[in-house]
């Protein structure tokens, strides 16, 4: 079962984990705060294996090509190693800190959102961008197989749908805008941008073990790099 | 603002909601063409054509939401560092909605002037996050010129800003160029809803 964690948590464990970060020049700090805080953080919201797949197909190419940089056209050196690692343990902890607090359970959507205090037109935009990455998607995979059913693609290899881009682009764009057009009307019709402020959220009960370890471990956090920065 | 565009109330609320409709898809345009040019480490970033095109379209303010949220979007998915680059894209939509408004778009060479005076203003906005959050270094195909510089004795603050603009250019002037070359070929009709931004100033809009 999963925590649900409190949209003001959410915001106060962004503020001071970044904060913390920006102050924070350890290598062992970033990685024992990764470790021992962001990691369990990920497992119990349940958002352990879209992290880790995200650290294996975003973080690591980064991370390693990073390092075959630093070692092939700078200095060899242990203290240029160690800067190197620096900044990819601090996109690491930026990037999951973002994931902790931007991954939200679909139901928990609206009422994070309300609680952030979006309303109105705002809270319609921050929706519908919400779901845009699979309608994107959609979109596109249509537009290829029409042109493969039109014989434009050979065969359905990566590197043939790669080459298709600059043909994806412009159909993509037209259709983009006329949905755009449909939908404006449609929400218009139901007077959908009137109901969206009216309508209830949901009622979610917020672990409070967890959004008061998630409070402390922020605040513990900064407040540990401030002091070693201003000790340094 | 409706008032002196001779617009009604029923205008003004059609154009919110097409601009509330719209600007979701134009972050999926950030979105899906910058985590391409980011698989592919392609050392330009290609993140901000919906942005340019929001602007143009709706006008400065929508570009910023476009442009913030793509950056947010962007960084959980594919670009962890995007989300610290959310002024740049404000900016570039401020930059794109007042060009556009001086006619900046209508032809190529107006497009790379365009494209040039907004790659400097984004590297002067984006040069102190990259320099003081990441010390200079982000992962992308940029950070290979940062670092190749910084190895053959130039300063970090100075490799940053160079690799930078160098990047900056080429990859500006592209976006304008692109965004243009695509609002061309859309049908005029299908833009002639869209009358927040200066489309009439670049493209031929029934």
């Known amino acids: ?232 | 603002m409706y008032f002196l565009l001779g617009m009604n109330h029923s205008d003004k609320q059609t154009q919110k909601t097409l601009t509330l409709a719209f600007i979701p898809l134009a972050v999926g345009i950030n979105l899906g063409i910058g985590a391409l040019v980011h698989v592919l480490k392609l050392p330009i970033y290609l993140d901000s054509i919906g942005t340019i095109i929001a602007a143009l379209m709706l006008g400065w303010r929508a570009g910023a939401i476009v442009g913030v949220v793509g950056c947010i979007l962007i960084s959980l998915t594919i670009i962890p560092p995007a989300v610290y680059y959310s002024g740049t894209q404000v900016c570039i939509a401020l930059f794109a909605h007042f060009a556009g408004r001086w006619g900046g778009f209508r032809s190529v060479p107006r497009c790379v002037l365009s494209g040039l005076l907004l790659a400097v203003i984004a590297t002067v906005v984006s040069a102190p996050v990259t320099y003081y959050l990441f010390g200079g270094i982000t992962g992308n195909g940029i950070s290979m010129f940062t670092i190749y510089l910084q190895s053959v004795g130039v300063g970090k603050a100075e490799s940053v800003l160079l690799s930078g603009i160098c990047a900056e250019l080429i990859d500006k002037t592209t976006q304008c160029l692109t965004a243009a070359f695509i609002l061309k070929r859309v049908p005029g009709f299908l833009l002639a809803a869209f009358q927040g931004g200066s489309l009439h100033k670049n493209f031929s809009v029934r």
């Open chain 1, 1 to 232: 079962m999963q925590a649900n964690i409190h949209p003001y948590t959410r915001i106060a464990f962004f503020i001071t984990g970044i904060a913390g970060g920006f102050f924070c020049t350890s290598n062992l700090l970033l990685l024992g705060f990764w470790l021992l805080i962001l990691l369990p953080l990920m497992m119990i919201t349940g958002n352990a294996g879209a992290h880790m797949r995200f650290l294996l197909v975003v973080v690591l190419p980064m991370a390693a090509m990073l390092l075959l940089l630093s070692w092939i056209v700078s200095e060899k050196s242990s203290e240029n190693f160690d800067q190197v690692l620096l900044t990819i343990l601090k996109v690491i902890a930026y990037t999951t800190i973002v994931q902790v607090v931007l991954i939200i359970p679909p139901e928990q959507v609206y009422s994070t959102f309300r609680k952030w205090g979006l309303k109105g037109d705002t809270l319609v935009t921050s929706l519908g961008s919400y779901i845009v990455w699979v309608d994107i998607v959609n979109r596109s995979g249509k537009i290829l197989t029409a042109r493969f059913a039109r014989g434009f693609i050979a065969e359905r290899t990566f590197i043939a749908k790669l080459k298709q881009m600059p043909h994806l682009l412009i159909p993509l764009i037209v259709s983009i805008i006329r949905t755009a057009t449909e939908r404006s009307e449609s929400w218009q019709q139901k007077q959908l941008l009137q109901r969206v402020g009216v309508m209830k959220a949901a009622e979610v009960s917020y672990s409070k073990p967890v959004n008061a370890v998630m409070l402390i471990a922020g605040m513990g956090w900064l407040l540990l790099n401030i002091f070693l920065k201003w000790n340094s």
